[in-house]
């Protein structure tokens, strides 16, 4: 079983920054895929971000340039640096982590961007 804990979320103008964290509790931590997801109300949830064990990463198009995901396999932790928000950016952001067929999610954290 793998635990996964974000945090980073809040309230923030559009044009800032803000950067989540994922901390995962999981053996093995680099063999995993990782990833974010958001979901905004009425809409359904969609991939923003993943990063193979590897280092391979790719993105959404409407968050391409702006948004990096990166990990750091010692700490077992994922980040999203998210910069140049916009509001459309607003949903509740999920941590996840797959492998072999399974898959992980987190509690999710929102985020908020305002006008």
């Known amino acids: 079983q793998v635990q996964l804990v974000e945090s980073g979320g809040g309230l923030v ?6 950067r989540l964290s994922c901390a995962a509790s999981a053996s093995f931590f680099n063999s ?8 905004a109300p009425g809409n359904q949830r969609e991939m923003v971000a993943r990063m193979d064990g590897g280092g391979g ?3 959404a198009d409407s968050v391409k340039g702006r948004f990096t995901i990166s990990r750091d396999n010692a700490k077992h932790t994922v980040y999203l640096q998210m910069n140049s928000l916009k509001p459309e950016d607003t949903a509740v952001y999920y941590c ?3 492998r072999w067929c399974r898959d992980y999610w987190g ?9």
């Open 13 to 18: 103008q559009a044009g800032g920054s803000l």
């Open 107 to 115: 509690q999710g954290t929102q985020v908020t961007v305002s006008s």
């Open 57 to 59: 990463s790719n993105y």
């Open 96 to 98: 996840t982590a797959d």
């Open 32 to 39: 995993y895929n990782m990833g974010w997801y958001r979901q």
